[in-house]
């Protein structure tokens, strides 16, 4: 497709599991962003990806948030022990080279933990 | 870190009105976008502001940036209900230059009353 997609849209855990969330940005774009929105909440920032750089994971809330993007294009997002705080719609975003800022969004993952 | 604030939280008008909604940034700003995001749509770029004093517009849609005071504005003209949605501000997140981390402010929910 010609936009970013994410899966699966919707997912459903118990307090303890761990969650795989997958991220195919727009084919071309070096640069893949990882939010997460909370109910009433902005958009807090997770980890960001530019080209082969090393990522920069300063937003992750806890350790037991990790990130990996392979061959420079999917991305996925892991969450292991979730808690029922992880429960929030997950946002994947990539721009292109030189376009830093203008971001594409996927229509997100809503994580529900139980 | 940057932090942006965002005002007002939320704004209700009656259709063909005015308004405005502000980002005002902690810091010093490198660039700033503004993004619309509608339910169950995902975020949608609006705009993207570089330098001081630039302006543009997007259908009805203006935006400003005012580097002294760390601040832009957003003004919408003869609102439609198709404006409806929440409007976010980003600006990169780091010290100095593009650093990438866009981070963004919590948003100004609007609504238009027909």
């Known amino acids: 497709g010609a936009g970013v997609s994410q899966s699966p849209s919707n997912k459903v855990t118990e307090k303890g599991k761990d969650v795989e969330l997958r991220c195919d940005p727009i084919?071309?774009?070096?640069?893949l962003y990882w939010y997460r929105q909370s109910l009433g909440q902005g958009l807090e920032f997770l980890i960001y990806?530019?080209?082969?750089?090393?990522?920069?994971k300063s937003g992750l809330p806890s350790d037991r948030f990790s990130a990996e993007r392979t061959g420079g294009s999917v991305s996925t997002l892991t969450i292991q022990r979730t808690q029922q705080e992880d429960s929030a719609v997950y946002l994947c975003?990539?721009?292109?080279?030189?376009?830093?800022?203008?971001?594409?969004f996927g229509s997100g993952t809503q994580l529900s933990v139980l | 870190s940057q932090e942006l604030e965002q005002s007002p939280q939320s704004l209700i008008v009656q259709e063909g009105k005015n308004l405005t909604i502000n980002c005002t940034s902690s810091?010093?700003?490198?660039?700033l976008y503004w993004y619309k995001q509608k339910y169950g749509e995902g975020l949608i770029f609006l705009m993207m502001?570089?330098?001081?004093?630039e302006e543009k517009s997007h259908e009805k849609i203006t935006a400003k940036l005012d580097e002294k005071k760390q601040q832009s504005s957003l003004h919408i003209t003869a609102s439609q209900p198709s404006h409806a949605g929440i409007y976010l501000c980003?600006?990169?997140?780091?010290?100095?230059?593009?650093?990438?981390?866009?981070?963004f402010g919590k948003g100004t929910k609007l609504s238009v009353k027909p």
């Open positions: 980003g600006a990169d997140g780091g010290y100095g230059g593009s650093q990438g981390n866009l981070i």
């Open positions: 084919s071309g774009h070096t640069a």
């Open positions: 502001l570089q330098k001081g004093g």
């Open positions: 990806f530019q080209g082969n750089s090393a990522p920069d």
């Open positions: 810091k010093t700003l490198y660039g």
């Open positions: 975003a990539s721009s292109g080279q030189g376009n830093i800022g203008k971001l594409f």
